[in-house]
T-cell receptor, first 113, second 113 residues
Framework: GNSVTQMEGPVTLSEEAFLTINCTYTATGYPSLFWYVQYPGEGLQLLLKATKADDKGSNKGFEATYRKETTSFHLEKGSVQVSDSAVYFC????????????FGKGITLSVRP | DTAVSQTPKYLVTQMGNDKSIKCEQNLGHDTMYWYKQDSKKFLKIMFSYNNKELIINETVPNRFSPKSPDKAHLNLHINSLELGDSAVYFCASNDGGAYNEQFFGPGTRLTVL
């Protein structure tokens, strides 16, 4: 079956530090890939997405590139802010009729001023 | 305008009770989902409906019964609530586009005492 593996957390960074959150996946076929963010006490928001190899998703300074050869979709940001503190989820959608999302375990990011 | 809405936002109840959570989307999507987020933030698919028809049922106890009166609504009824049912329940809908992007509701935090 499909699976998503995220690096273990939590992660604590100082403001303006560089962020990388690793994500790898296992899937049959050619999934769509997503990063979702959950701010404290809130629901899930789509952060960025990619649908084919070498696609780069980007939003709010975050980027991730769909790497088919390494089955990865690592999230990066050049300079994090305190407001980026949240839980980040990597997910894939299998493009079947149901197209359910399979999520990684999520990683908590805390950014210190 | 709220795209995917859920009611109630919080639900506190006693073990053994029966409760319902309602979900509505005004996006015109055909496919809707219920996800469960446990205390460790792990997200897992429970059910999916496509145009009022059940298409995913992920080994959820039969105390959980989804109902879709029309394609804009997907409700979740839970009988004989147990302590382990305490979680945040998210409703989502799928745009069926190239990315199969899912749009999430704000979540319902269920606490069983």
């Amino acid at each position: 079956g499909n699976s998503v593996t995220q690096m273990e957390g939590p992660v604590t960074l100082s403001e303006e530090a560089f962020l990388t959150i690793n994500c790898t996946y296992t899937a049959t076929g050619y999934p769509s890939l997503f990063w979702y963010v959950q701010y404290p006490g809130e629901g899930l928001q789509l952060l960025l997405k990619a649908t084919k190899a070498d696609d780069k998703g980007s939003n709010k300074g975050f980027e991730a590139t769909y790497r088919k050869e390494t089955t990865s979709f690592h999230l990066e940001k050049g300079s994090v802010q305190v407001s980026d503190s949240a839980v980040y989820f990597c997910a894939l959608s299998d493009r079947t009729a149901a197209s359910k999302l399979t999520f990684g375990k999520g990683i908590t990011l805390s950014v210190r001023p | 305008d709220t795209a995917v809405s859920q009611t109630p936002k919080y639900l506190v109840t006693q073990m053994g009770n029966d409760k319902s959570i309602k979900c509505e989307q005004n996006l015109g999507h055909d496919t809707m989902y219920w996800y469960k987020q446990d205390s460790k933030k792990f997200l897992k698919i429970m059910f999916s409906y496509n145009n009022k028809e059940l298409i995913i049922n992920e080994t959820v106890p039969n105390r959980f019964s989804p109902k879709s009166p029309d394609k804009a609504h997907l409700n979740l009824h839970i009988n004989s609530l147990e302590l382990g049912d305490s979680a945040v329940y998210f409703c989502a809908s799928n745009d069926g586009g190239a990315y199969n992007e899912q749009f999430f509701g704000p979540g319902t935090r269920l606490t069983v005492l």
